[in-house]
Structure formats: structure tokens, C-alpha cells
């Protein structure tokens, strides 16, 4: 079994209509119910479980981490990020969904500001497969079709991802970096743009096995307990 753990910050399902429409029991219950499987088992944590720290045995027990936060990015302690940060140089996976690209531990593994152009448009998206022997494309066609996302442009200040899976192209004209994968230490990281509250992405199906495929993809293959810089007094011959 792969252990995720996802976390919402869970503020826009309670506070805009809108969003509480298309997303009742919450984000993150809605990717955990499409994301379990006979392989896969989810738990769920919101910012008020994260507001006063993050149970150290929490993440050594997720395999997996996925990140959904947009307006409280700043409410994170930074300790909390920082734990995640370090889970994953020891080889826990993480998936950064959206506007995850603001958060702190994505900021703290890419070293950048993470900066994009945006506008809540509605447009029309196309999430374009750049590499369909990739992992993380497989059961993809060309393309995944949304018709409704909010628009991300470039440029994104990200280091340049290891390798590229998708590309985003909006009816505006925009193009973004939508699937962007990354080793940090020992884990890996994937970005994957999709996923603004007022839409119903976490509900396509196509989204989903991508989601599902990122969380095969990232599941550690190495992982240690803890970060080492031993000091080897006797030489080896
Ligand atoms: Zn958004």
C-alpha cells in the first residue's frame, strides 16, 4: 500500500459558495475519495490541523505527500514546512497541486519565487502530453481538455524541471510548464497546474490518473531516517 497524506488548507469550501458547490465535503476529501485504491490509502489534513505543528510520525508514515493551499500559504508555520521540506530530502514523494506553487515548502525546495501570470477567466485549457513514455502520462492521450481552468502563464520562476510531462495552453494564448517533475536529495517532486476551487478538475477522470500515476511515480524507491554528513576517521586502505 502507498500511505498518502493530503493536505487542503480548507478555507474557500467553508467561506464562498461558489466553491463549497463543486467541492461540499471539502478538496481534499474529494481527491482522497477518486485517488483510493486497492493501492493507495489517503488521509486528509487541513490548516487547522497543521495551524500548531505537524506530527513528526505523520510524515515518516506518508509515502506521498499531496499539497493543496492558495490564501493561507502564510498561516503555515514555518516549521511545519521546513519538516516537509527535510521528509523529502530524506525520499518521501510530494505532489504540488494548482496554486500550491506559492506555498512554503514548493518554495523551499525550488529555491525561487515561484511567480507566475494569472486571470480567473474560465478559459478554456488543453493539458498537452510532452512525453508520453513518461510514467506519470500513462493511460493520457494527446491531450487532457478542461473547459474551464484559471489561466497560468508563463513566465514561472521555477528552476528548470528535470523533466517536463505537460504543457498547458489556455484560450487567452498562454502557455505554462503544467506538469514539471524534480529530484530533491532523496524524493521527488511533481507540480501539476490544474486544480482551481470554483472547478470541477479534481472530478475528471484524466486528472485524476494523473494524480494517481504522480503518487506511483513519487512513492520513495530510498529513504532514510536521517540526514548524515559523516566524518570517516579511518581511511579505507
Ligand atoms: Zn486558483
Not at 66 to 90: C, F, N, R, S, T
Not at 133 to 153: S, V
Request: charged share 25%; proline share 6%; aromatic share 10%.
Amino acid at each position: 500500500m502507498i500511505k498518502v497524506t493530503v493536505y487542503n488548507e480548507f478555507i474557500h469550501e467553508r467561506e464562498d459558495e461558489n466553491t463549497r458547490s463543486v467541492y461540499p465535503d471539502g478538496i481534499h476529501n474529494a481527491i482522497k475519495s477518486a485517488v483510493e485504491s486497492d493501492e493507495i490509502t489517503v488521509k486528509t489534513i487541513t490548516l487547522d490541523d497543521v495551524k500548531n505543528g505537524l506530527d513528526r510520525q505523520l510524515l515518516d508514515d506518508t509515502d506521498v505527500f499531496i499539497w493543496w493551499g492558495h490564501m493561507a500559504h502564510d498561516l503555515v508555520p514555518d516549521e511545519v514546512a521546513e519538516a516537509v521540506h527535510q521528509a523529502v530530502l530524506k525520499g518521501m514523494g510530494i505532489i504540488f497541486l494548482h496554486s500550491g506553487h506559492h506555498s512554503k515548502p514548493f518554495k523551499l525546495l525550488m529555491g525561487t519565487p515561484c511567480n507566475l501570470t494569472w486571470r480567473e477567466d474560465g478559459d478554456r485549457e488543453l493539458v498537452w502530453v510532452c512525453n508520453p513514455a513518461h510514467p506519470i502520462a500513462k493511460g493520457i492521450g494527446r491531450f487532457i481538455k478542461l473547459d474551464h481552468e484559471e489561466t497560468y502563464g508563463e513566465p514561472f520562476s521555477i528552476p528548470e524541471p528535470d523533466e517536463l510531462v505537460f504543457i498547458g495552453s489556455f484560450e487567452g494564448g498562454e502557455v505554462f510548464r503544467a506538469g514539471c517533475c524534480y529530484r530533491r536529495g532523496n524524493g521527488k517532486v511533481f507540480y501539476f497546474q490544474p486544480g482551481h476551487e470554483t472547478f470541477p478538475t479534481f472530478k475528471n477522470p484524466e486528472i485524476i490518473t494523473v494524480i494517481k500515476n504522480a503518487v506511483h511515480w513519487a512513492n520513495p524507491d530510498y529513504r532514510v531516517k536521517e540526514l548524515e554528513c559523516p566524518n570517516v576517521k579511518k581511511p579505507l586502505e
